[in-house]
């Protein structure tokens, strides 16, 4: 788990699990499927193929769950290995205010790991001035 500003981290899927202080946005399928949830954490169904298969409605609830447990919890954004959609949904509220490459620039230089696939990348790239909306 890494810190990436004040209340929000991103981790991988080893980082998956309750922790006191925390609410968790689950950026995955696997979490999204599983039978027990925790009903203060957000479940997202994100799959992050080679061809984008984003909607603005992912990136909204998103949004605004960090929006609402900003000020109370610390939020850890997860998916599988914590390099992707994890971390592009913690770019987009950091450096929301930015344009695309600026807000990857800054967020490769606080997070070394990041790494988006084609897939998101090229969503957000497409989508930047929609995503930014949101906040």
């Not at 810190?3 to 980082?15: A, K, R």
């Amino acid at each position: 788990m890494f810190m990436i500003s004040e209340n929000i981290y991103v981790g991988d899927d080893s980082d998956c699990f309750e922790r006191d202080g925390f609410v968790i946005i689950h950026a995955c399928k696997t979490c999204y499927k599983k039978a027990e949830k925790n009903k203060n954490d957000l479940y997202l169904n994100m799959i992050d193929p080679l061809l984008p298969l984003f909607n603005l409605e992912l990136f909204k609830d998103a949004i605004c769950f960090i929006k609402k447990n900003i000020g109370t919890n610390k939020i850890l954004i997860h998916c599988n290995k914590g390099k992707s959609r994890s971390a592009s949904i913690a770019m987009l509220y950091c450096f929301g205010g930015l344009d695309y490459g600026e807000a990857q620039y800054n967020m490769s230089n606080i997070y070394p790991d990041y790494s988006p696939s084609l897939g998101i990348d090229t969503y957000m790239y497409e989508n930047w001035d929609k995503l930014k909306q949101l906040l």
